[in-house]
């Protein structure tokens, strides 16, 4: 199974919207969004695209009810507190905002730990746990909208990174 980790999408719908094409040019089944969406309209891309998505919320996403509001009209889009814990197939994923939010005992109780939070692609183990942030969706931070694809069975990641001028300050 193939799915698409976007975080820290910050309103910035052209690059949701741009990102989640990309997933499904790349045969992206499902996504996680590591939170920070910020206000409600910037859920209209995961409504418009075709594969389920779950997240959690971030620091700066203010109009929980809201949110939760748009995402219900969705049939597959869920909106957690987080950490949020779950299983896909055989594998145990932990999606969290902050990874300071959760302790090392529950990241090694997980095969996957999504984040974001730092605004930074990055991917590292620790113990048997994979450890992915997909970076900064909106691109305000680093200059270019960033997200991740994660093939679970073979825990390969590709880094996803839109950089046309378009997307330049």
Same mark, same amino acid.
């Given at each position: ?60 996403? /203010?109009?929980?009810? =809201?949110?939760?509001?748009? #995402?219900?009209? @969705?049939?597959?889009? &869920? %909106? ?54 997909? /970076?900064?969706?909106? =691109?305000?931070?680093?200059? #270019?909208?960033? @997200?991740?694809?994660? &093939? %679970? ?17």
């Amino acid at each position: 199974m193939r799915v698409g980790l976007i975080s820290d999408t910050h309103d910035r719908v052209p690059a949701i919207t741009r990102l989640l094409q990309e997933f499904q040019k790349r045969g992206v089944d499902m996504v996680l969004h590591a939170g920070d969406y910020c206000a409600p309209f910037a859920l209209q891309p995961f409504l418009e695209y075709a594969a389920p998505m779950v997240g959690v919320f971030g620091r700066t996403d /203010g109009d929980r009810e =809201g949110l939760r509001g748009i #995402a219900a009209q @969705a049939l597959a889009c &869920e %909106l957690f507190e987080g950490p949020h814990s779950m299983q896909i197939g055989d594998h145990k994923i932990l999606l969290v905002h902050d990874l300071a939010d959760v302790s090392e005992r529950s990241v090694l109780s997980h095969s996957l730990v999504v984040h974001g939070g730092e605004h930074k692609q990055e991917m590292k183990t620790r113990g048997e746990t994979l450890i992915v942030n997909p /970076g900064e969706g909106c =691109g305000w931070i680093n200059g #270019a909208p960033t @997200a991740a694809i994660i &093939e %679970l069975d073979q825990k390969h990641v590709e880094f996803v990174k839109l950089d046309g001028p378009e997307w330049k300050f």
